[in-house]
């Protein structure tokens, strides 16, 4: 199977504008969750989502926000960036809730904001 | 609350040498499962081994082992044999199974150098 897929791999913004990344999970997983990477406060959970509903959410801003669409694909949008966003976003799929069910990541997008 | 401590931010070992990389946990989740990554300096992160709460056993993934000590809710990295490629940081990760299924808690992760 396939792995999970980040679209763009690299973005460069500035402040104020807004931003969409994409994730595509690996095929039949379910649940695609975001985090963020930076050097300063490490991996934070964004959100999940399950079949196309928000199940988890993380302590970011409202202008962090996510969709799922039918074939589990994801998006996370940021809008009025800051300068703090410039982070690592990755996504990751599982497949189900059992305990066994491993969270699998994609390469990442790196996103920087000038 | 759920949280993951590794108390070692960088840890440096010689080439074909064993390391072990610590790792404490705390959840009040009785169902959980713990999850080490490693990410290289490319930023993927690469699932290595994974342990649950009810195994009895400890897991072994070819050169990667874990040390599960539920009563210390310990669950250290053993890295055998260690090779220039294993230079990355690795971090370890849980997941409550009754309370945030889709959500892994991570921790600050270990620096680990291999010397040749």
């Known amino acids: 199977k396939a792995g999970v897929t980040q679209t763009p791999r690299y973005l460069i913004k500035t402040r104020g504008q807004q931003v969409t990344l994409s994730c595509s999970p690996i095929?039949?997983?379910?649940?695609v969750s975001w985090y963020q990477q930076t050097p300063g406060q490490g991996l934070q959970f964004l959100f999940e989502?399950?079949?196309?509903?928000?199940?988890n959410k993380g302590n970011f801003p409202g202008r962090f926000s996510g969709r799922q669409f039918s074939n589990s694909r994801s998006e996370m949008n940021v809008s009025t960036l800051e300068l703090g966003d410039s982070a690592l976003y990755l996504c990751a799929s599982l497949e189900g809730d059992r305990a066994a069910d491993t969270q699998y990541f994609g390469p990442g997008t790196r996103l920087t904001v000038l | 609350a759920q949280k993951i401590t590794q108390t070692q931010p960088g840890m440096f070992v010689q080439e074909k040498e064993a390391v072990t990389l610590d790792c404490t946990y705390d959840?009040?989740?009785?169902?959980?499962?713990l999850f080490w990554y490693k990410q290289p300096s490319s930023g993927e992160m690469i699932f290595l081994i994974y342990?649950?709460?009810?195994?009895?056993q400890n897991a072994t993934e070819g050169r990667y082992s874990l040390n599960f000590q539920k009563a210390r809710k310990s669950a250290n990295l053993v890295i055998s044999a260690s090779q220039l490629g294993d230079s990355a940081m690795y971090f370890c990760a849980m997941r409550e199974i009754n309370t945030n299924a889709g959500k892994s808690t991570f921790g600050d992760g270990t620096t680990l150098t291999v010397k040749p």
């Open positions: 342990q649950g709460s009810y195994d009895q």
């Open positions: 959840t009040s989740d009785p169902s959980y499962g």
């Open positions: 989502y399950f079949s196309e509903t928000q199940r």
């Open positions: 095929s039949g997983h379910r649940s």
